[in-house]
Every structure is written in structure tokens, then in C-alpha cells.
């Protein structure tokens, strides 16, 4: 449930950024997405290597206890903590992408707002 109020408030957001890149500067928008790119690389890192580490954990390489515990410290939070491997497996196939997705619009909704909050500040402080 946690998981699909996530993602939707990812596709509002995404939807919402989208919508403004109208009335947004073109330039403006290419600056925002380029200061959010750390956060994309990280959430894509993240998903990524919890990816490789279910593959490993299906070789027996890696206990299965360990890849639940990492994905509950690296993306719990966000994504819902879990219990089982097999529900993080399941989880990481059904929105491991949208999970990045997220926190990259996420990131770029936090700084257009800040730079709108900052523009108005020094626009009344003139």
C-alpha cells in the first residue's frame, strides 16, 4: 500500500514537472535536472546493486538474510520495509525502476521549490 502512494505521488510529481516544462525556461529546467543528478546515480547505484546482490544471493554467494536487511537500510524507508528475500526480489522486479524514477523527480520538485522560495525572498528583500 505504502509502495502505490509512492509511486503515484512519483507520477504526480513527475506529471507536475512535466506540465511546467512549458512556462519553465528550458535552460532553467536543464539546470534543475543537472543539480538532481546526484540523486538519480544514487538511487540507480542502489537499485543496482540490490539487483546484483539477489542475483548473487540465488548462487548462494550471499545469505538471503543479508540482501533483505540491505534492502531495508538502502531503500526501506522509501520502498517499505520487507521481511522475506522473496518479497524483496518480487519488489525490486515490480519497482525497482519506478524507485529511481521517484527519487529523481523528487529531488528535482525539492530544488524548483527552493529556487522559487529563494527568487521570492530576494525579490521582497529588493
Known amino acids: 500500500m505504502k509502495s502505490k502512494i509512492l509511486i ?3 507520477i504526480s510529481i513527475s506529471n507536475f514537472c512535466f506540465a511546467q516544462k512549458s512556462t519553465l525556461n528550458e ?3 536543464k539546470q534543475i535536472k543537472l543539480e538532481a543528478k ?3 546515480i544514487k538511487a540507480s547505484d542502489e537499485i543496482s546493486e540490490l539487483r546484483e546482490d539477489v542475483k548473487l544471493s540465488k548462487q548462494n554467494l550471499i545469505p538471503k ?3 533483505v ?3 531495508n537500510e538502502l531503500v526501506g524507508a522509501t520502498m517499505g520495509k520487507l521481511t522475506s528475500f522473496e518479497a524483496v526480489d518480487k519488489k525490486l522486479q515490480k519497482a525497482g525502476d519506478s524507485y529511481v524514477t521517484f527519487m529523481f523527480d523528487k529531488e528535482i ?5 527552493e529556487k522559487a ?3 521570492k525572498f ?3 528583500n529588493k
Open 8 to 10: 503515484l505521488i512519483a
Open 27 to 29: 535552460k532553467f529546467l
Open 38 to 40: 546526484p540523486v538519480y
Open 65 to 67: 538474510s543479508k540482501v
Open 69 to 71: 536487511k540491505r534492502f
Open 109 to 113: 520538485a525539492r530544488i524548483a521549490r
Open 117 to 119: 522560495s529563494e527568487a
Open 122 to 124: 530576494n525579490s521582497e
